[in-house]
């Protein structure tokens, strides 16, 4: 499955929101002013630049002649480009479950781990 194909499909269970309507979901910026419909727009195709230099872009797909997002893809996409939040996918990637604890017995079983925990794939 491509990328593309994945990300729709992610997008789709989270539920899509056309860009243009993103502004309703956000709190108003300055002089309480609401964020402009072109914003979510720039944000997807231009990107954004991350405190490290990154260029993040907001995760969106085209649905027909409208282009689409999720809440949670505008969650993403507020954490990596916030300075000091931890993304939520490096906390997942770091954080030990029964199925890796599982493959890493295993591999120490058969004298494939190092035997500390690390590099262990």
């Known amino acids: 499955m491509n990328a593309t194909i994945q990300l729709a499909d992610v997008l789709m269970r989270e539920g899509l929101v056309p ?12 002089r309480g ?6 914003v979510p727009w720039r944000w997807a195709r231009i990107g954004v630049k991350a405190p490290d230099g990154e260029i993040v872009h907001l995760e969106s797909v085209r649905v027909g002649r409208r282009w ?8 993403r996409f507020i954490a990596r480009t916030t300075p000091g939040v931890r993304v939520a996918s ?10 890796r604890e599982e493959t890493r017995a295993s591999l120490h079983r058969f004298g494939l781990s190092r035997g500390d925990g ?3 794939a």
């Open 19 to 30: 860009l243009t309507d993103l502004p309703s979901h956000l709190p108003p910026g300055r």
């Open 33 to 38: 002013k609401s964020l402009h419909r072109a």
């Open 68 to 75: 689409m997002t999720s809440l949670k893809a505008v969650a």
């Open 90 to 99: 490096d906390l997942v990637e770091k954080a030990p479950t029964p199925i």
């Open 118 to 120: 690390k590099g262990d």
